[in-house]
């Protein structure tokens, strides 16, 4: 058979379009896979590690501690601050909220919801003071209700409070505010871009999960904080 000019003019579309399946296959294929994995790995929720549970020894896992380990998860999630800049927070929380939580902040972050801080409490010595003062959302800390012999639903993870500085904890006469140097957001019409109100995204995801917000409280308005029953 003589050669066919045209044969190997067809010949080559098979040829590239086998080029192309090879580059979907070594290339594209496994960098849309690297991409989904490094998405999903932004936000995440595991046993507590052990790095992460001796430096909670003696701060938001104080001596006494009641609250099985195995009962605590440690998450990893993306969030944007007001000024834009993304940041790799972390939390712990109670089992039960992981995923909660994880579709919460992937919501916020996906709509750049601004959250300044995220980091363990333990870094400010548990103290909540100086945490809230610090702008820091946070979820477990074995403590009682400030001025009470209470135990704060943060006692076994199943609280969060978010940008608490802008969204302070207020006493029912007004007087007491916490932490004291966010008494002036104690005044709800001041705008912040840290400042939750009802109905907002962050509102309305934490409802839609089956939370509570502080802020609806009577007793006393505690802006910052969520809670699961
Ligand atoms: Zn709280």
């Known amino acids: ?3 066919n000019p045209y044969f190997c003019g067809h010949e080559t579309i098979p040829l590239s379009m086998k080029q192309i ?13 690297s991409m989904a994995r490094s998405a999903a790995n932004d936000f995440t929720a595991c046993a507590l590690p052990d790095s992460v549970f001796a430096l909670m020894q003696g701060r938001s896992y104080k001596v006494g501690c ?3 380990r195995a009962t605590l998860r440690y998450l990893r999630v993306k969030h944007y601050d007001a000024g834009g800049r993304e940041h790799v927070g972390e939390l712990v929380c109670h089992k039960d909220l992981a995923a909660d939580l994880l579709a919460i902040f992937r919501e916020l972050h996906r709509a750049r919801y601004p959250i300044e801080r995220m980091r363990l409490i333990d870094y400010y010595g548990a103290d909540d003071e100086r945490s809230m003062a610090a702008n820091n959302t ?3 800390n074995y403590r009682r209700v400030a001025g009470s012999k ?4 943060h006692s ?4 969060i409070d978010i940008n608490p500085l802008y969204n302070p904890c207020v006493s029912r006469d007004g007087r007491k505010v916490q932490p004291a140097k966010g008494r002036r957001y104690a005044n709800r019409s001041l705008k ?6 009802r109905g907002d995204l962050c509102h309305r995801l934490f409802k839609q999960h089956g939370f509570v917000w502080g802020g609806d409280w009577r007793s006393l308005k505690d802006y910052q904080h969520f809670e699961k029953p």
């Open 156 to 159: 076994t993870g199943r609280a």
């Open 21 to 33: 399946l090879i580059l979907l296959l070594i290339g594209l294929l496994p960098f849309k896979y």
């Open 1 to 3: 058979m003589g050669r």
């Open 192 to 197: 912040s871009p840290y400042r939750i109100t």
């Open 66 to 68: 009641g609250v099985p």
């Open 150 to 153: 209470a135990l704060s639903k």
């Open 138 to 140: 946070s979820a477990f």
